[in-house]
Nanobody, 123 residues
Framework: VQLQASGGGLVQAGGSLRISCVAS????????MGWFRQAPGKEREFVAS????????DYADSVKGRFTVSRDNAKNTVFLQMNSLKPEDTALYFC?????????????????WGQGTQVTVSS
């Protein structure tokens, strides 16, 4: 599986942004998809994940109520809608895929990674 994230950019605090991740391969619907982020000098951290059907989601406490993860299996795409953005959301955002039915928050539990898309929130 190859993953390509896009949609990042510069946005003011309080604004919104939607980033996307397109996956190659015919088995996209069999993967749990996750979003992670990494700020300079910090470790990669979990943001959100979604089950293959989209029925189950999981969010980090820091983004719960502001971010929404969704997917379109027909288009092999997973989305992260980010609202009420804060300067501390500034990071390189990565999508990841995990061949499993279980949602996980640990980067090591994911098998495939995209290249990342930069999100910068100005104050």
């Amino acid at each position: 599986v190859q993953l390509q994230a896009s949609g990042g950019g510069l946005v003011q605090a309080g604004g919104s942004l939607r980033i996307s991740c397109v996956a190659s391969g015919r088995t996209f619907s069999m993967y749990v998809m996750g979003w992670f982020r990494q700020a300079p000098g910090k470790e990669r951290e979990f943001v959100a994940s979604i089950s293959w059907s989209g029925e189950r989601t999981d969010y980090a406490d820091s983004v719960k109520g502001r971010f929404t993860v969704s997917r379109d299996n027909a288009k092999n795409t997973v989305f992260l809608q980010m609202n009420s953005l804060k300067p501390e959301d500034t990071a390189l955002y990565f999508c990841a895929a995990r061949r499993s039915v279980l949602l996980r928050r640990t980067p090591d539990d994911y098998n495939y990674w995209g290249q990342g898309t930069q999100v910068t929130v100005s104050s």
